[in-house]
């Protein structure tokens, strides 16, 4: 009996990757730091709408998008930065090969990304001038990151 139950749930598990992995098609690490880039966007794009006037200015919504930045900039992400997902030789990645070639430069644009966020978590709440600085050091932290480490459009 408890080897049946071991081997049922064995199966299940494995129909579950199958399952997960299959999803809509493609590689699971590329999906998994995708969408969490997906939250990076989400989070400026509110703030940006209030930096640029697009939105009106609200502090407590301010500071919270601008901490989920710096908490999301905080988080281990190596398991799914995977090496060998490489633009080119994954379906979906836009990852350039200098992201493992060149480990330091790489983690120095992460690192870029959470002094950038956590100093505006710091500011977002104290009006639409410290929020307008904050914003823009981080879309830098971003944009800096994508021009030497991301590839052209699939
Ligand atoms: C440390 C490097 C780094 C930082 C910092 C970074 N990105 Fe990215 N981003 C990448 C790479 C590399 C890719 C391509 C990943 C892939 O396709 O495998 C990417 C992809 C994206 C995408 C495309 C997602 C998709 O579904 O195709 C968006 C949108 C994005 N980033 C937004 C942001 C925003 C907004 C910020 C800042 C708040 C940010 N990124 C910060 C490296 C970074």
């Known amino acids: 009996m408890r080897r049946f139950v071991i081997t049922a749930t064995a199966a299940a598990l494995a129909t579950a990757t199958v399952a997960i992995a ?3 098609g493609g590689n699971p690490a590329v999906k998994a730091r995708n969408a969490h880039m997906g939250l990076y966007s989400f989070n400026l ?6 930096a640029k006037g697009t939105t009106e ?4 919504a301010a500071s919270t998008a601008a901490s989920q930045l710096a908490a999301l900039a905080a988080f281990d992400q190596s398991a799914y930065w995977e090496e060998g997902t490489i633009q080119g030789e994954v379906d979906g990645s836009r990852a ?12 120095a ?5 959470k002094t950038a966020s956590a100093s ?19 879309g830098e932290a971003c944009g800096a990151c994508h021009k030497a480490y991301r590839g052209p459009r699939n």
């Open 57 to 60: 200015y609200d502090a407590a």
């Open 96 to 107: 350039k090969a200098e992201i493992w070639s060149d480990a330091a430069g790489w983690a």
């Open 45 to 50: 794009g509110m703030l940006g709408d209030m």
């Open 22 to 24: 299959g999803g809509h």
């Open 109 to 113: 644009k992460q690192e870029l990304m």
């Open 120 to 138: 505006l978590a710091e500011v977002a709440g104290n009006g639409l001038e410290a929020l307008q600085g904050g914003v823009a050091g981080v």
